[in-house]
């Protein structure tokens, strides 16, 4: 059984560009979340992705957005990059049982110069 | 904000048992404890979870008291590469309320 992967591992963009994040969930797996971590802090909610469905949200501005794919597979998008959106971004799938516990990929570094 | 309380460092002998605590007193009778730890710059990694009674698995025990309020997640014999930040988190189990708020976690520090 694979775990959840992501790509790419690191990236570099600058001020006002757009982003596309990819996260592959673990097999089986039906939910997909997204978490934004600074250095230094906790990860941070973003979204939630169940059936292809936006299921829940953190408080992040509409510029980041989402997808779910059929395979569940996930993409998260960054419109109009801002210095602070440089971080980790975490995305974890989710065990479809009564408990739906998270497994989490390695992440995207995302600078923003 | 988390609903947990931790320590934000320790410190524990390599091969000894590393005891982490965690105080979730608002915590709801619908709400698991759930513990992950993070090496540095890699993605969090699931450690356990629990109800109300203790749990064990391969790598920790949770100890989880009575009345719910509090816990500790317990490593039996430490290692160098059990040194990471560890997240205690209370959360319903499922649905969109079931994402996960981490606080800034207990950085344990394992030595030879």
């Known amino acids: 059984e694979t775990g959840v992967t992501q790509s790419p591992t690191h990236l570099i963009k600058t001020r006002g560009q757009q982003v596309t994040l990819r996260c592959s969930s673990q097999s089986g797996h039906n939910t997909v979340s997204w978490y934004q971590q600074a250095l230094g802090q906790g990860p941070q909610f973003i979204f939630q992705?169940?059936?292809?469905?936006?299921?829940g949200r953190g408080n992040f501005p509409p510029r980041f957005s989402g997808l779910q794919f059929p395979n569940y597979s996930s993409e998260l998008n960054v419109n109009a990059l801002e210095l602070d959106d440089s971080a980790l971004y975490l995305c974890a799938s989710s065990v479809p049982d009564s408990q739906e516990t998270q497994y989490f990929g390695p992440g995207t570094r995302l600078l923003v110069l | 904000d988390a609903k947990t309380t931790q320590p934000p460092s320790m410190d524990c002998a390599e091969g000894r048992a590393a005891n982490l605590p965690c105080n979730h007193s608002t915590i709801s009778g619908n709400e698991y404890v759930y513990w992950y730890r993070q090496i540095h710059s890699q993605g969090p990694q699931y450690i356990i979870h629990?109800?109300?009674n203790n749990e064990t698995n391969e790598m920790a025990s949770l100890i989880i008291t009575e009345d719910r309020k509090s816990s500790t997640l317990i490593l039996p014999h430490a290692t160098l590469r059990d040194t990471a930040v560890y997240y205690c988190i209370v959360r319903v189990a499922r649905g969109s309320q079931g994402n996960l708020i981490f606080g800034k976690g207990t950085k344990l520090s394992v030595k030879p």
């Open positions: 992705y169940y059936r292809e469905e936006e299921n």
């Open positions: 629990g109800l109300k």
